[in-house]
């Protein structure tokens, strides 16, 4: 599909009330390179009845004008700290970026289908930013009216500021506040981002961290899977985790165990990636996926903590384990993963991030993040619940997206090379 969105309208939207001049410092979580950059949603609405163009985007404008009050550091601009590995947010009411725009072409069904290219849904987020840090507005929406009534709404967010569960709490309040519901209250907003200042560990290495370690390259990993990219998408209804969770507690190797539906369908995914892939057999390969430590990390977080409360948990197993050994070992793997992140694994990351700007090495690794769980499917903005959430572009990063009206479903998605596109739907289905 060519070029099918115009944009009408393009404003910078300051907080509609003043809000603290200063400097804010960011932690060493949400300083880390490896978070460098901006998070791009969409989320589409079907068209509602009596639905008024005008008077929606002006609602949804006051609405992002109110919520950057208490979220004024998303009305900043990042920059990092002189001498030092971190980053820092200038408030001065700078604002964020509001675009409207309209679609001759999509429609809300267009959604339903998988798109064509990596990049086919880009217009939808027209500003793009490919340096976090260099000036650029932390928050851009985008609502763009679709050519059967319904609309798009593209958002980037800064990960730097705020991780998805944080993002999502944000739009969430703007929401709120669009829908016009009286009494809407105020969110706790908390900054905090102190709390993940560590002090220097005497004990552990980067040993213990394998998400930071490099592995050989047996097969020139980076141009194998970045070539020629094509989207997927495929649904995982509650019946199918169930039959997924069967096999793989007949195919684990330890002793009464038992899994919930993200270790085995994370598990699932990567082996059917892997195989679809035919990486040689000794190459080692890596699943990294985020966890939120906002019930991990000691002594805790305060309530409406929105910074990055998140670190990347490490699967590893050669090529052909994976494949000969069964998606019960997979599933193993991802389980023993998640139970090493404790709060003390935390501290170590920060330290990690902070002192030696230590941050992933892409060989051999696939990046799995979950949305299904973070509360975008609740954003209603007056339409509705959205139809569809998922990412603007569809990268060779994997994604478990909500599915709308089905929270024990989930639908994943991620761009393998063409040449491994039909193996990885026929491993994903057996």
């Known amino acids: 599909m060519g070029s099918s969105v115009r944009v009408k309208e393009a404003v910078v939207v300051t907080p509609s009330e003043p809000t603290p001049n ?116 932390p928050l851009i929406l985008q609502l763009t009216w679709l050519s059967d009534g319904g609309a798009a709404l593209g958002i980037g967010i800064n990960h730097c500021i705020c991780d998805g569960i944080g993002g999502a709490e944000f739009l969430n309040y703007v929401a709120e506040l669009a829908s016009g519901r009286r009494g809407c209250p105020k969110p706790k907003a908390v900054w905090d981002r102190h709390v993940f200042n560590v002090k220097p560990m005497t004990r552990g290495d980067s040993a213990s961290h394998p998400e930071f370690n490099r592995v050989a390259d047996l097969c020139g990993f980076m141009n194998r899977v970045t070539n020629n990219l094509k989207p997927t998408c495929v649904l995982f209804d509650k019946r199918r985790l169930i039959e997924l969770k069967g096999v793989a507690r007949r195919t684990c190797q330890i002793v009464d165990s038992s899994f919930t539906s993200f270790e085995v369908l994370a598990a699932h995914v990567w082996r059917s990636w892997a195989r679809a892939m035919v990486f040689p057999p000794n190459q080692i390969l890596k699943l990294l996926f985020s966890v939120n430590v906002r019930n991990r990390f000691k002594p805790g977080l305060p309530d409406g903590y929105y910074g990055n409360a998140i670190v990347m948990a490490c699967a590893q197993a050669s090529a052909r384990e994976l494949g000969e050994r069964g998606i019960g070992y997979g599933s193993g793997l991802v389980k023993k993963a998640k139970e090493r992140v404790d709060s003390e694994y935390v501290k170590r990351v920060a330290e990690l991030v902070s002192e030696s700007r230590a941050s992933p090495d892409l060989v051999g690794v696939l990046i799995l993040t979950q949305w299904s769980r973070m509360g975008l499917d609740r954003v209603e903005l007056g339409m509705e619940k959205p139809e569809f959430v998922g990412p603007i572009c569809n990268e060779r990063y994997c994604l478990f997206v909500p599915v709308k009206g089905e929270r024990d479903s989930v639908k994943v998605m991620v761009a393998v090379p063409a040449a491994a596109f039909d193996n990885y739907h026929r491993f994903l289905r057996e």
């Open 22 to 137: 200063c400097v804010m410092l960011l932690s060493p979580l949400d300083s880390q390179l490896f978070l460098r950059f901006t998070i791009e949603y969409l989320l589409v609405y079907k068209p509602g009845p009596g639905l008024d163009r005008v008077t929606t985007t002006a609602r949804l404008k006051a609405a992002l004008a109110k919520a950057l009050v208490p979220y004024y550091p998303l009305a900043g601009r990042i920059r990092p700290i002189q001498n030092s590995t971190g980053l820092e947010v200038v408030c001065r009411a700078q604002g964020a970026i509001f675009i409207e725009a309209v679609s001759d072409r999509y429609t809300v069904n267009e959604f339903e289908k998988v798109p064509k290219t990596v990049l086919q849904w880009r217009k939808l987020l027209s500003l793009s930013v490919p340096d976090v840090l260099n000036g650029s507005p």
